[in-house]
């Protein structure tokens, strides 16, 4: 079965300074992994995916995210932290199996960013 | 493009009540997902509708969750009766419908049950 892992509940980091939250995938078959946001009270934003490629993602709001086969991670980075940055981060893989077509979510690290 | 929409936003219940939720998709997006996100917890998949069928219910609790889109578009989600640990956020995401494509989301509806 597919499944994603977040080993980090929480990530902390002072603004400007570069930000990585961590991501583990175990897939059967090519995987394709997602990030999305969420601040409080709203949605899952999306910020992106890999499908196939470069194994560097760019996204939106200056976030990329490195695919490693070998390390089967898809580590989020920013190279300079906002405070706007502080939400909820999870990390996905879809699961395309018998009868279904959903996303797999992981547990979720929250980002605080400190002046 | 207007985004994936839902109402209530908010709504807070006692247990064995009922309650529905309402959700419009992005335009021509075929197919339609209801996750529950519990407080703590990644969202995890209720159901998937291509067009108005159901493509995947396996982890909907069919014993109390109903959900339905009559004519391919905007899709309703029932829990009858509602119990406390149905308290959690209800996201609605919609796609084209292509293996590769992005699922967006809505901004959910917080269900309380109390």
């Known amino acids: 079965a597919q499944s994603v892992a977040q080993p980090e509940d929480q990530v902390n980091v002072a603004e400007g300074n570069p930000l990585t939250v961590k991501c583990t995938y175990s897939?059967?078959?090519?995987?394709?992994l997602f990030w999305y946001v969420q601040y409080p009270n709203r949605g899952l934003q999306f910020l992106l995916k890999?499908?196939?490629?470069?194994?560097l993602v760019k996204g939106s709001y200056g976030f990329e995210a490195e695919f490693n086969k070998s390390q089967t991670s898809f580590h989020l980075k920013k190279p300079s932290a906002l405070v706007s940055d502080s939400a909820l981060y999870f990390c996905?893989?879809?699961?395309?199996?018998?009868?279904?077509?959903?996303?797999?979510f992981g547990t979720g690290t929250r980002l605080q960013v400190f002046p | 493009e207007a985004g994936v929409a839902q109402s209530p936003r908010y709504k807070i219940i006692e247990k064995r009540q009922s309650v529905a939720f309402w959700c419009n998709p992005i335009?021509?997006?075929?197919?339609l997902y209801w996750y529950q996100q519990i407080l703590g917890q990644g969202p995890k998949l209720l159901i998937q509708?291509?067009?108005?069928?159901?493509?995947?219910d396996s982890q909907l609790p069919k014993d109390r969750f109903s959900a339905e889109r009559l004519k391919g578009v905007d899709s309703t989600l029932k829990i009858q009766p509602a119990k406390l640990e149905d308290s959690a956020v209800y996201l609605c995401?919609?796609?084209?419908?292509?293996?590769?494509?992005?699922?967006?989301f809505g901004p959910g509806t917080r269900l309380t049950v109390l």
């Open positions: 995401a919609s796609t084209w419908g292509q293996l590769r494509d992005t699922q967006y």
């Open positions: 897939v059967s078959g090519n995987p394709y």
């Open positions: 890999y499908i196939t490629g470069d194994n």
């Open positions: 996905a893989v879809r699961d395309t199996g018998d009868n279904t077509d959903k996303l797999i």
């Open positions: 335009s021509g997006h075929a197919t």
């Open positions: 509708f291509q067009n108005n069928g159901v493509v995947d």
